[in-house]
């Protein structure tokens, strides 16, 4: 199933432009986003062909399926009501099944969660990013050698540079636990090479020291801890360093980069809108997609606020919420078997 054949067919219930345009959001640059609803050929909905959704390459255009569309509906799913909710502009098309549905009578307390959860989620990982992007990880991986310090007096020095220093290479180092510690060895060397010392590690790549057989007779030299637990972190932080910058949007990096204020701005604006609508929710029982302060937001997504003020106000926003939320009237959840009872008025009507 294809957006062509959807049309050509005439299968579609529903047709609405949504993002930044319906927010009121849309700058010169704006993409301009389709969503709709369609319904299945009466074979395939009840052969073997059912699709659930169907949208183009970019996915800049989307279209759900009735019944995928009412259990979205149904978990209060916030791109499904602002969906529904579009303002009366934004709509290309519209069947008349269509007035059936109304995202007033679908919201919930479960939007505390879908809304705010969501947009709690946002600031979680906009604060990640911002620790990305002032503490970058080189991208020469350290070893566990850079995590090991020999015990010199009162002091500690790293390990690298100690063995410059004594004029030794690790591949000759041999290394013993020291009994009820942990992370302390003792370091023998073999100048030789003829007791077969398995060195500090045995590779670039090794997660851990290694430890060797020493003859009794031997005497060490040195005593080295290893922190292990600050190169696990490392680790775990070049992963997800790496990761991300293989990941992440040129263009919209370039712009966060640009104002400088060290987050995703257009991230961070999505954010305070979902929390404003989801306040606006409980507040008055209903959904408005076109913001009153698009000159507010469109500030954040410039970045001209900076990152403590912004995270400022999506505390405050939280609180709100759960002001608001103690008190609202909304059920817990949406009816299911009414719910369920549009989906079937409306599938009988179509496959009459």
Same mark, same amino acid.
């Given at each position: 199933? /294809?957006?062509?054949?959807?049309?050509?067919?005439? =299968?579609?219930?529903?047709?609405?432009?949504?993002?930044?345009? %319906?927010?009121?959001?849309? /700058?010169?640059?704006?993409?301009?986003?389709?969503?709709?609803? +369609?319904? &299945?050929?009466?074979?395939?909905? #009840?052969?073997?062909?059912?699709?659930?959704?169907?949208?183009?390459?970019?996915? @800049?255009?989307?279209?759900?399926?009735?019944?995928?569309?009412?259990?979205?509906?149904?978990?209060?799913?916030?791109?499904?009501?602002?969906?529904?909710?579009?303002? *009366?502009?934004?709509?290309?098309?519209?069947?008349?099944?269509?007035?059936?549905?109304?995202?007033?009578?679908?919201?919930?307390?479960?939007?505390? $969660?879908? #809304?705010?959860?969501? %947009?709690?989620?946002?600031?979680?990982?906009?604060?990640?990013?911002?620790?990305? !992007?002032?503490?970058?990880?080189?991208?020469?991986?350290?070893?566990?050698?850079? #995590?090991?310090?020999? =015990?010199?007096?009162?002091?500690?020095?790293?390990?690298?540079?100690?063995?410059? $220093?004594?004029?030794?290479?690790?591949?000759?180092?041999?290394?013993?636990?020291?009994?009820?510690?942990?992370? &302390?060895?003792?370091?023998?060397? @073999?100048?030789?090479?003829? =007791?077969?010392?398995?060195?500090?590690?045995?590779?670039?790549? %090794?997660?851990?020291?290694?430890?060797?057989?020493?003859?009794?007779?031997?005497?060490?030299?040195?005593?080295? #801890?290893?922190?292990?637990?600050?190169?696990?972190?490392?680790?775990?932080?070049?992963?997800?360093?790496?990761?991300?910058?293989?990941?992440?949007?040129?263009?919209?990096?370039?712009?966060?980069?640009?104002?400088?204020?060290?987050?995703?701005?257009?991230?961070?604006?999505?954010?305070?809108?979902?929390?404003?609508?989801?306040?606006?929710?409980?507040?008055?029982?209903?959904?408005?997609?076109?913001?009153?302060?698009?000159?507010?937001?469109?500030?954040?997504?410039?970045?001209?606020?900076? +990152?403590?003020?912004?995270?400022?106000? %999506?505390? *405050?926003?939280?609180?709100? !919420?759960? *002001?608001?939320? /103690?008190?609202?009237?909304?059920?817990?959840?949406?009816?299911?078997?009414?719910?369920?009872?549009?989906?079937?008025?409306?599938?009988?009507?179509?496959?009459?």
């Amino acid at each position: 199933m /294809t957006i062509e054949e959807l049309k050509a067919n005439k =299968l579609i219930l529903f047709e609405v432009i949504s993002g930044s345009r %319906a927010f009121g959001l849309a /700058t010169e640059i704006s993409d301009t986003d389709i969503r709709g609803i +369609y319904y &299945m050929p009466k074979d395939s909905f #009840f052969g073997l062909d059912y699709t659930p959704q169907v949208s183009n390459e970019t996915n @800049d255009t989307v279209y759900y399926e009735i019944g995928r569309f009412m259990e979205l509906l149904q978990k209060n799913n916030p791109n499904i009501l602002e969906i529904l909710a579009s303002p *009366d502009d934004c709509i290309l098309y519209k069947h008349p099944l269509m007035d059936l549905l109304s995202s007033k009578e679908f919201l919930s307390k479960q939007c505390k $969660d879908t #809304f705010a959860g969501y %947009a709690i989620s946002q600031i979680k990982k906009a604060k990640g990013l911002n620790k990305k !992007i002032l503490n970058p990880v080189e991208k020469e991986r350290k070893s566990v050698l850079d #995590f090991c310090y020999v =015990l010199k007096d009162h002091l500690s020095v790293p390990l690298k540079k100690w063995l410059t $220093d004594q004029g030794k290479v690790q591949d000759k180092c041999g290394l013993a636990s020291i009994d009820n510690t942990r992370g &302390m060895y003792a370091i023998f060397y @073999d100048e030789t090479g003829t =007791l077969g010392y398995k060195g500090i590690i045995q590779t670039e790549e %090794a997660n851990q020291v290694s430890v060797s057989s020493t003859p009794k007779e031997e005497k060490s030299i040195a005593y080295l #801890f290893c922190n292990l637990d600050a190169y696990s972190v490392y680790c775990k932080e070049y992963r997800e360093y790496w990761k991300w910058i293989s990941e992440r949007s040129e263009d919209r990096y370039n712009v966060n980069r640009k104002h400088g204020q060290n987050y995703d701005s257009k991230n961070m604006m999505h954010t305070i809108r979902l929390l404003q609508s989801c306040e606006q929710i409980f507040g008055t029982g209903s959904l408005q997609v076109r913001v009153d302060n698009r000159d507010e937001l469109l500030d954040i997504k410039s970045g001209k606020w900076p +990152y403590d003020m912004i995270m400022q106000k %999506a505390e *405050d926003l939280i609180l709100a !919420i759960e *002001d608001c939320y /103690t008190t609202s009237t909304l059920p817990e959840y949406p009816d299911v078997k009414k719910t369920a009872d549009l989906l079937v008025k409306i599938r009988k009507h179509l496959y009459k």
